[in-house]
């Protein structure tokens, strides 16, 4: 599936939560709660993060390296998604390796979200 198809599936995810019906909170509480999250550690000062990342193992078999995070970035303004795709190699050995080139472009995309929403005039 694409980047497009992965923050159409957030957007649902959205949705659900903001119903707070059923096993909403508490699905909130899980994405709010994964052991790494790109997207907190980019995004996670002053707002709320509910995200679950990603990664694929390169193995001997199999070129499928891959790092990649997508959720649900919480401000006091307003409620956004973010999701990133990548082929950035990831392995236990060389995961913190290329963990800064995902950490970074969230933080870029969050830095862009901000400018256009307070530059932009729409706050």
Known sequence: YTPRDLAKM?????????EGQGNAPWLA?????????FLRTALGEGRRVLSKPGYEIDTPWYDM???N????????TDVYVIAIMSDADYDD????????????????LGAAHDRLLFEGGVA
């Open 10 to 18: 957030w957007l649902n995810v959205g949705a659900y939560v903001a």
């Open 29 to 37: 509480d899980v994405l709010q709660q994964t052991d790494v999250s």
């Open 65 to 67: 390296g891959a790092l």
């Open 69 to 76: 995070d997508a959720g649900l970035v919480v401000t006091d």
């Open 93 to 108: 050995e060389y995961f913190t390796d290329n963990e800064h080139l995902i950490v970074d472009l969230a933080s870029a």
